[in-house]
T-cell receptor, first 112, second 110 residues
Framework: NAGVTQTPKFQVLKTGQSMTLQCAQD?????MYWYRQDPGMGLRLIYY???????DKGEVPNGYNVSRLNKREFSLRLESAAPSQTSVYFC???????????FGPGTRLTVL | SQQGEEDPQALSIQEGENATMNCSYK?????LQWYRQNSGRGLVHLIL?????REKHSGRLRVTLDTSKKSSSLLITASRAADTASYFC??????????FGKGTHLIIQP
């Protein structure tokens, strides 16, 4: 099992460009999450999907959109990137609410 | 907003010693989880303790939870160089995602 995979690993964008971060899990988990981690900080929740077909905003959703493509895949889109979105992005999944989460290796994004 | 706050922010100890990290939080929770993050890597789940539990063990890890004080502690016994990492507590209040603290950076000196 690969667990949670994320692509790409690194990305550099110019202000105003768009991109989609991909996430997939092979553990048959129902819930999936996107977090961002800024230097010296803990993770903050951007969006989550409690089950296939549903998505909800987290703590810091502005400037992002998500798509739960199917049970395995959950993508995060930046429509018009801004320097404030420079961060490391982590995808996570878990079987159900109130369980432990499994994290991907992260995508390091720099917006110039 | 950060729900959990770890203390200390950084901790340096000798190999073989015990390391204790504390976490305080603000609202009622269903469970509290501890994660480890090695530099430049993703987070790895260590232990989950539910609000009706007071103590939990996993190998060299011991976690306590005091819901009346809204606090938790993580004890790592007989530390090893490989334990060098950042440790985060995360609270799970409504099952819609975790709220993380800023972490404790632990350095184990050989």
């Amino acid at each position: 099992n690969a667990g949670v995979t994320q692509t790409p690993k690194f990305q550099v964008l110019k202000t105003g460009q768009s991109m989609t971060l991909q996430c997939a899990q092979d553990m048959n988990h129902n819930s999936m999450y996107w977090y961002r981690q800024d230097p010296g900080m803990g993770l903050r929740l951007i969006y989550y999907s409690a089950s296939e077909g549903t998505t909800d905003k987290g703590e810091v959703p502005n400037g992002y959109n998500v798509s739960r493509l199917n049970k395995r895949e959950f993508s995060l889109r930046l429509e018009s990137a801004a320097p404030s979105q420079t961060s490391v992005y982590f995808c996570a999944s878990r079987r159900d609410r109130y369980n432990e989460q499994f994290f991907g290796p992260g995508t390091r994004l720099t917006v110039l | 907003s950060q729900q959990g706050e770890e203390d200390p922010q950084a901790l340096s100890i000798q190999e073989g010693e015990n390391a204790t990290m504390n976490c305080s939080y603000k609202t009622s929770i269903n469970n509290l989880q501890w994660y480890r993050q090695n530099s430049g890597r993703g987070l790895v789940h260590l232990i989950l303790i539910r609000s009706n539990e007071r103590e939990k063990h996993s190998g060299r890890l011991r976690v306590t939870l005091d819901t009346s004080k809204k606090s938790s502690s993580l004890l790592i016994t007989a530390s090893r160089a490989a334990d060098t990492a950042s440790y985060f507590c995360a609270t799970d209040a409504r099952g819609d995602g975790l709220t993380f603290g800023k972490g404790t950076h632990l350095i184990i000196q050989p």
